[in-house]
């Protein structure tokens, strides 16, 4: 395939000014009529050509200002229109016609049918896949869009921007025209059609304008959509305050689907939404649900200002936006929950999947450049280190410095199509300080190590840190410069205090130590006795800290940092070493240490009630399988870890029993909320429920609260913490039954019930995945439902999937190249799963090694997955 570089970005020819669509909406004819008025850039030379892009399209009809084109002036393929012959300077109208049948679109992007209803998507290429059109983000032009539809079929016909009006058509039919202001890419447009449900609401922004909210989602839902309007109103008061930044139609809508390959997508004044991130209520989803959907309406509607009035000029800018955004959905989170508990899930799912991803053949920079598929490249990668990247711009800049950049971006490049030295350039401005080194983490892949030493002089009350920083080759980057570590710091003194000087020498002074340099030395003078240092706290650099540090040291942090986000750090670093420590030792057939010292930590923790529930919950929370997979780094036997990792937790249930016991009885009575406060006391009983019933050595309490539940939270925990533990149980398989057969008409709940099943750890769960894949009713085509069965299954059961046989890996293989037939994109995403082979242990590794080559070999692979694969086998 043909691979696109950053450098060879170039302008297009030809300006467009603004374009009109109109769609005859139809299941396998639909009619697309695009008018395009355009111009020559200047400079350009009038023998050159307009090229604009397809996929899978065939032209119906082509005008110049209103006439046909000969046919001796333009070439077409299904992928391309070239048009010769066109005016040297004067503006011109194309008309172009094409016809696409949304019926047999199941790749999902471009136009489709999901449940009857007819939907776009179109970020990164699906616009072409309507019509011909320069299908890149540097394109800005205002859109006018008439729908046209049977009544029957289709009640609400819906496009960005505002409404201009409608009426009847012809022949039962109706239709409705929408015009967008704000010039933008075609990536941004959106048309839905289709007989929803409909909830209403209206938001007055700060300058007093009042906007019109619609959610739209299946008929009989409509009680399920509060929590996302209320997520919504929240969302656009807080970039209001916190930003200054407000809304800027009469409009705002939110279409939920339930056939969608990702979370959900910014489209101008129209999001489309995977269903699973608008629906909700006590009944139906779980406290992780409520944060997702909050998260998530944030998040597309804050691309408003970052991403759509100012989006990428080029797909290499992505994290522009995504990164921006995400870090802007954080902080949204942080202030309506625990801002270090949600710090600490961040973390979490940062050293969880990109770690991971950074470290194994699919690592790319934040910003790549160059790539084979698009789509490859909506990675953790961009998304989350990119959001860790604005993170430690504010880190750097300081806050008041960080507002004063935004604002001028925003200022500034309102209406532009930008990229990252435009945004480095307002931070630069704004702070007076020099961004060059720091872009570093724009373009050098990996994930940095810190090696931290330190030296107490008794005698002179010096305190020297040392820190020396590397970074691994990664694909196509062997030699790396030093990059700017801002490494966050506290010195704790012995009685618990913090040390209140700073180290010897310029930037010393904010609480970061600034690691510039290959190799670095701070001295701290007259600190009165021996510190404990605290580093990276909060992870304010996204790296890996590797220091000698005593368990009486850790513990010390863990009691006494006055960050609560650096105390779960020191837990967590304790509860990590004596895992991968006693991983090893099962690897080598050996008796596996005391957990004793961990337990006393843990279960001490646990009864603290001066702290909150839910960071509670979060230290008890051992890291997972995959996490000591990565700590341990290579030669993985996922068997050994997880024996290793049942013995720990069983040592500490065993030694809490009494405290678990009778937190897994705290959750909240009374009417379910979904607030914060709630679902911290939620978590914590459902962890310790966890732990009492693995000390118990029985399902039975789970089975009581799975009975008693009156809320999905509790009723997925229980659920949760006997398949996990007791798969082959009566009471499990029986209360498996009962969920399915309670759940049987609602299809996100039913995810639940197969992810559940495709969790449970050992060999034997590809067999029942197996069987649950070959079900009668099993819906292949749903993305929602693949992801919780295949995805859970290779994603998040170490045991299972890396089955020593290679089960997992073929069944794995075998999928992948039989979605790709239908859904390029959602086969790519699954495939990932292999993404850390290289770190198993000889056997799996050729096991896992043959799958790939077995789905390299396969015919008809899609650009998407033979990207992937290529990547992972080279
Ligand atoms: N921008 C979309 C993602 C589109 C993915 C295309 N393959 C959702 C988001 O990040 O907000
Ligand atoms: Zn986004």
Redesign the pocket.
Known sequence: GQVFKLKDYKPTDFVVERIDLTFELDPRETKVISRVILHRREGVAKDVPLVFDGDELTLDGLQLDGSDIDPALYDVTPDTLVIRGLPESAPFEVTVSTTISPETNTALMGLYRTNGVYCT?C??EGFRRITYFYDRPDVLAVYTVTIIASKDEAKYLLSNGNYLGGGNYDEGRHFAAWFDPHPKPSYLFALVAGDLGLIEDTFTTMSGREVALKIYVEHGKEPRAGYAMDALKRSMRWDEEVYGREYDLDIFQIVAVSDF??????NKGLNVFNDKYVLADPATATDADFANIEAIIA??YF?NWT?NRITCRDWFQLCLK?GL?VYRDHAFSADQRSAPVKRIAEIRLLKAHQFPEDAGPLAHPVRPESYREI?NF?TTTV?EKGSEVVRMIRTVVGAEDFRKGMDLYFERHDGDAATIEDFLACFAEASGRDFKQFSLWYSQAGTPSVTVSTDWNEAKKTFKVTLEQSLAPTPGQSRKAPMHIPLAYGLILPDGSEFAGHPTGKEAADGVLHLTRRRQVFTFTGVPGRPVLSINRGFSAPVNIAMEQSTADLAHIARHDSDGVARWQAISEQATRHLVEASRLARDGRNLPSARDLADILVATAADDSLEPAFRAQALTLPAESDIAREIGSNIDPDAIHAAREAVLSEIARAGLAVFSDLADGAPKGPYSPGAADAGRRALAGIAMNYAAIAEGSPARAKAAFDAADNMTTLSQALQVMTQNFPAAAETRQALDTFRTRFADDPLVLDKWYSLQALAPGAGTRARVEELLAGKDFDRTNPNRMRALVGAFTSGNPTGFNAADGGGYRLLAREVVDIDKRNP?LAARLLTAMRSWRSLEAERQEQARLALVSIRSAGNLSADVSDIVDRMLA
């Open positions: 998507q970020e990164a390959n990702m979370g959900a997508m910014e998040h597309e691309h991403g995504e955004t789509n909506y998304y994109q």
